[in-house]
């Protein structure tokens, strides 16, 4: 009985840490929520904001591309470039509203040999209306991701002593294109 009991705990213990390892991976996946509510996708101190338009000037705060990759998928990409610095995010929506392909990265222009890897672990994504039926003219969206970042110090920094570090912060967004 009691080899019994330990192949039991054995195998219970084996899935917990690997439920946990994919934990992160096994959250991509989830649905795109609907949302009627026209208020909450208009821009809050609380988020970033990307929109679609024009622009000439390869600088620029809060710039959206919103588009159809093929009949089934459709792309959002929202990005920063103050010039320094920057944010790029991207996912995929399937015709099933599942969300695939998600990407969250920063950028900037020093060169330190540093390096900062990031995880979405949680997102919540609703936009307000299904592209796959009504089209993407004047689509809205928000989203709020948990983000787990590992930051790695280049050579140089590491001699200042300073240690890698991992931290989780959320990220808010809200995109609109007419």
Known sequence: MNNK?????????KQAILYLYLLPILSLGQ????????????????HEFYECK???YFFDEGLAVIKFTDK???YI???????????????????ELNVCDLEYYT?????DGSQ?????????????????KSGI????????????????PGEMLLRENLKPKTDIFTYKAIFKCK
């Open 31 to 46: 649905k795109v929520h609907i949302e009627k509510n026209e208020a909450q996708f208009e821009p809050q101190k609380s």
């Open 72 to 74: 089934e998928t459709l």
């Open 5 to 13: 009991i330990k192949t039991f705990f054995s195998k219970v213990v």
């Open 54 to 56: 024009e622009s000439e």
């Open 137 to 152: 003219n004047n689509i809205k969206g928000i989203y709020n991701f948990k983000i787990k970042s590992h930051f790695i």
């Open 77 to 95: 990409e929202n990005e920063t470039n103050t010039g320094s610095s920057g944010t790029h995010i991207s996912f995929k929506i399937d015709k």
């Open 107 to 111: 950028w900037d222009d020093l060169e």
């Open 116 to 132: 900062t890897e990031f995880i979405v672990q949680d997102y919540e994504i609703k936009i307000n209306k299904n592209p796959f």
